[in-house]
């Protein structure tokens, strides 16, 4: 998933996500990235041209590495059922591993959480790909009732996503295991085939 990009552009991001995760994006200048990545202010401006640009690679990247999670899920040689509840934990799991483990930046993830939904529009779509076939694999071989799987992945997606920050915000020390639970039945509860498997 994750797109080829230079050695010295992926440096870059890596410095530039450290900066921003312990000064945050108000606090840091080009020239703070610039220096930091032993990389001149000319390499810098080559690959972005403002400090904007250099976030959203970050958040970019940081996406990227979600999504490279779920798509690994995806390959699991595991029933459909174990399969999405996989899924649902582990989009939960990342998304909160991604925002927790930069620092400051968490602050500015909620704050600037319209341009992190614009970058994840792109993801989205490979995530709606991803439910609908464990759905549709799931119905073919009888884990699920038949359904629309198409409606049922963005409800699905979209129940995910109204449930991050919320999840995001729980305090660290919580696991929240019980919550993810409840969240997993509720969801198994409308869609699970009622025969015995």
Same mark, same amino acid.
């Given at each position: 998933?994750? !797109?080829?990009?230079?050695?010295?552009?992926?440096?870059?991001?890596?410095?530039?996500? !450290?900066? $921003?995760?312990?000064?945050?994006?108000?606090?840091?200048?080009?020239?703070?990235?610039?220096?930091?990545?032993?990389?001149?202010?000319?390499?810098?401006?080559? +690959?972005?041209?403002?400090?904007?640009?250099?976030?959203?690679?970050?958040? =970019?990247?940081?996406?990227?590495?979600?999504?490279?999670?779920?798509?690994?899920?995806?390959?699991?040689?595991?029933?459909?059922?174990?399969?999405?509840?996989?899924?649902?934990?582990?989009?939960?799991?990342?998304?909160?591993?991604?925002?927790?483990?930069?620092?400051?930046?968490?602050?500015? $993830?909620?704050?600037?959480?319209?341009?992190?939904? #614009?970058?994840? #529009?792109?993801?989205?779509?490979? !995530?709606?790909?991803?439910?609908?076939?464990?759905?549709?694999?799931?119905? *073919?071989?009888?884990?699920?009732?038949?359904?629309?799987?198409?409606?049922?992945?963005?409800?699905? %997606? +979209?129940?995910?996503?109204?449930?991050?920050?919320?999840?995001?915000?729980?305090? %660290? *020390?919580?696991?929240?295991?019980?919550?993810?639970? =409840?969240?997993?039945?509720?969801?198994?509860?409308?869609?699970?085939?009622?025969?015995? %498997?």
């Amino acid at each position: 998933m994750s !797109e080829r990009i230079s050695k010295t552009k992926k440096q870059l991001i890596d410095v530039a996500r !450290e900066l $921003f995760a312990s000064n945050g994006k108000k606090n840091l200048t080009m020239n703070d990235i610039a220096e930091a990545s032993h990389k001149g202010r000319r390499t810098l401006y080559t +690959y972005f041209k403002s400090k904007d640009e250099v976030y959203k690679a970050v958040i =970019d990247n940081e996406i990227n590495l979600i999504i490279d999670r779920l798509i690994l899920v995806s390959k699991k040689n595991i029933n459909p059922y174990e399969k999405l509840k996989d899924h649902i934990i582990t989009h939960f799991n990342t998304v909160k591993n991604s925002v927790t483990r930069n620092g400051t930046l968490r602050a500015d $993830f909620f704050r600037d959480i319209y341009e992190v939904e #614009r970058s994840r #529009r792109r993801i989205d779509i490979i !995530e709606l790909g991803l439910i609908k076939s464990i759905l549709t694999e799931g119905v *073919e071989k009888g884990y699920f009732r038949k359904m629309d799987t198409e409606m049922m992945s963005i409800i699905i %997606l +979209y129940a995910m996503k109204g449930l991050e920050v919320p999840y995001i915000r729980q305090n %660290l *020390e919580t696991d929240y295991i019980g919550e993810k639970t =409840d969240i997993l039945e509720f969801i198994f509860n409308g869609i699970k085939e009622t025969k015995d %498997l």
